[in-house]
Nanobody, 116 residues
C-alpha cells in the first residue's frame, strides 16, 4: 500500500534552515507528482510546494517563494523540501502528499517550530 513517511522537522530559530524528507513506497514514485502541504494551529491545510514526476517544473505558495525549494530523487523514492530563511509564521505540521489513481495519500506529518 502507499506509504509516505516524513522526517526532518524540529525547532529552529528565525532565519534558520531545515530540510524535510518524505520517503515514499507502495507506488511507482517516478510516475507521480508530489506535494508538500502544511497546517498551522487553527488554520486550514495549505499547499506549500509541488513538483512534477520528472523533477520540474515546480510551483510554490507565494508565502514561501524564494525561501523554500522542493526537489526529488526518483532513485531513492524521496521528495525533499529545503526551507531557508525560516519565519515564525512557517511554524506548522508539514505533510507529504501524492494523488494515486484519484485517491489522496498523506504522511503522518513532521512538526516544524520556528522560535527564538
Amino acid at each position: 500500500q502507499v506509504q509516505l513517511v516524513e522526517s526532518g522537522g524540529g525547532l529552529v530559530q528565525p532565519g534558520g534552515s531545515l530540510r524535510l524528507s518524505c520517503a515514499a513506497s507502495g507506488f511507482t514514485f517516478s510516475s507521480y507528482a508530489m506535494r508538500w502541504y502544511r497546517q498551522a494551529p487553527g488554520k486550514e491545510r495549505e499547499l506549500v510546494a509541488a513538483i512534477t514526476s520528472a523533477g520540474g517544473p515546480t510551483n510554490y505558495a507565494d508565502s514561501v517563494k524564494g525561501r523554500f525549494t522542493i526537489s526529488r530523487d526518483n532513485a531513492k523514492n524521496t521528495v525533499y523540501l529545503q526551507m531557508n530563511s525560516l519565519k515564525v509564521e512557517d511554524r506548522a505540521v508539514y505533510y507529504c502528499n501524492v494523488n494515486v489513481l484519484l485517491r489522496q495519500y498523506w504522511g503522518q506529518g513532521t512538526q516544524v517550530t520556528v522560535s527564538s
